[in-house]
């Protein structure tokens, strides 16, 4: 059975940082790209960063650029989500997700972690 676990939300102020953790269990997360995405209440979940198995290709949603940072540690079957400089409009539930070789998500996600930024 796969199981996605993240931690590390928390309430921030604006400017702060966090960091994310996404421990994998059930699969063998070298084998698969991953990514984070984000949902707040009433919209869409949205894409916030992807990276490739190898760890050497990464990409990043417009919004997130230059201030948060995805690396994974195969070793440990994790990925994390370095979130630098933080806004108000980060707020979300954050989860992470096993993509297929295309870049398309499995189905496969996290419980989710609640980021809260304050003004």
């Known amino acids: 059975q796969v199981q996605l676990v993240e931690s590390g939300g928390g309430l921030v102020q604006a400017g702060g940082s966090l960091r994310l953790s996404c421990v994998v269990n059930?699969?063998?997360?070298?084998?698969?790209?991953m990514a984070w995405f984000r949902q707040v209440p009433g919209k869409e979940r949205e894409f916030v960063t992807r990276i490739s198995r190898s760890g050497l290709s990464t990409e990043y949603a417009d919004s997130v650029k230059g201030r948060f940072t995805i690396s994974r540690d195969n070793a440990k079957n994790t990925v994390y989500l370095q979130m630098n400089s933080l806004k108000p409009e980060d707020t979300a539930v954050y989860y992470c997700?096993?993509?297929?070789?295309?870049?398309?998500?499995?189905?496969?996600w996290g419980q989710g972690t609640q980021v809260t930024v304050s003004s």
């Open positions: 997700g096993i993509l297929r070789t295309d870049w398309e998500p499995t189905g496969y």
């Open positions: 059930g699969r063998t997360v070298s084998s698969y790209p």
